[in-house]
């Protein structure tokens, strides 16, 4: 399984993550962004499955 970012404004997509066969999106979805490490960019979940309340960050 792969999650991937997307840039709207570019219709660029980044490199797809891979999440690790014993886990899923949900607990993939921080790393991920935490590899892109973008200063000063908002990222919105793209669907429901990445809405948890703890992936949110203050």
Same mark, same amino acid.
């Given at each position: 399984?792969?999650? /991937? ?15 690790? =066969?014993? /886990?899923?999106?949900? /607990? ?9 490490? @973008?200063?000063?960019? @908002?990222? =919105?979940?793209?669907?429901?499955? =990445? /809405?948890?309340?703890? @992936?949110?960050?203050?």
């Amino acid at each position: 399984m792969l999650v /991937t970012a997307y840039i709207v404004e570019r219709g660029l997509i980044l490199e797809p993550y891979e999440v690790d =066969s014993k /886990t899923n999106e949900i /607990t993939a979805i921080p790393a991920f962004i935490e590899q892109m490490a @973008l200063p000063a960019v @908002l990222c =919105s979940p793209g669907d429901a499955i =990445s /809405t948890q309340k703890k @992936l949110l960050r203050p």
